[in-house]
């Protein structure tokens, strides 16, 4: 049998070559380790939680991508709840983040303390009111905002180890308020209309020292808005009143650039 091998190939099989090694001469290269991607939540509905269509638009094209996907929540009370069906907080209600981001999670989800970038090779967080009630206080306190110390210490620690941040709709004031001179996009900077209701997110992003880019929403234009420099992708998402295939569309776009920074 040896003698019908090629030379290279004999020496290997005499020596013990590694299974890899064997391959490698065969031609076929070495299987890459898919990238694995935190996903943080910041609670179940739009209003007072994570914004349950971007969450499932990031897990499946996170899915498409091959990534392997852990979800992360901080174990931290709600600001409040809001009844979803009349759009009005519900004053006697309270609820628990990591608790109501099991939902979305089905259940497999871990408290955001034990995120850590050793186990992980990128990080992205959904909209939703959540991230401007639970992961910081940016629906109250706008520019002057507070965030939630977990979700500093991930966005710094992501930051500093160079492994790309994703965020879609409000969550990039996250990153323009922890990482200085961010540049991100939540959409357009003038309402237009009531097309982009939530423009002036804009203005509050240049005055914590983020550079806002103006971006579209349909897929015929640039969706996305990525900082090479800071390894942060963001898109405009829920921020422009659309079809829901244009959210899921630029979602997309998101995360195929979060993987493609990965180098995965």
């Known amino acids: 049998m040896l003698a019908a091998c090629a030379p290279g190939l004999r020496a290997a099989l005499r020596r013990g070559a590694p299974a890899g090694r064997l391959a490698a001469l065969h031609g076929s290269p070495a299987r890459r380790r898919p990238a694995r991607v935190a996903v943080v939540l910041s609670g179940c509905g739009v209003y007072d939680g ?40 519900a004053a006697t209600e309270s609820r628990n983040v990591l608790v109501e981001s099991a939902r979305i999670a089905r259940g497999k989800i871990t408290n955001l303390a034990n995120l850590t970038t050793t186990d992980h090779d990128a990080v992205i967080f959904p909209g939703g009111f959540g991230a401007a009630k639970n992961l910081s206080t940016f629906a109250v306190d706008g520019k002057d905002c507070k965030v939630n110390k977990e979700v500093e210490r991930v966005l710094k620690d992501f930051h500093k180890a160079g492994k790309p941040i994703g965020l879609c ?45 103006v971006k579209e929403v349909t897929i015929s234009f640039p969706i996305t808005h990525v900082d090479t420099k800071n390894k942060v992708v963001t898109t405009p998402a829920f921020m422009c009143e659309t079809e829901l295939h244009n959210i899921f569309d630029g979602i997309g776009a998101m995360v195929k650039n979060v993987l493609k920074l990965t180098g995965k």
């Open 50 to 89: 994570t914004e349950i269509h971007e969450a499932s638009a990031v897990l499946v094209h996170l899915s498409r991508g091959g990534a392997h996907v852990h979800m992360y929540a901080p174990d931290v009370p709600q600001m409040h709840v809001v009844d979803h069906s009349k759009g009005q907080p």
């Open 169 to 213: 709709c409000i969550s990039p004031v996250l990153a323009a308020k922890v990482l200085a001179g961010a540049e991100v996009t939540v959409g357009h900077e003038e309402e237009e209309g009531g097309k982009w209701p939530y423009a002036g997110t804009a203005g509050a992003i240049k005055e914590m020292g983020g550079k806002h880019c």
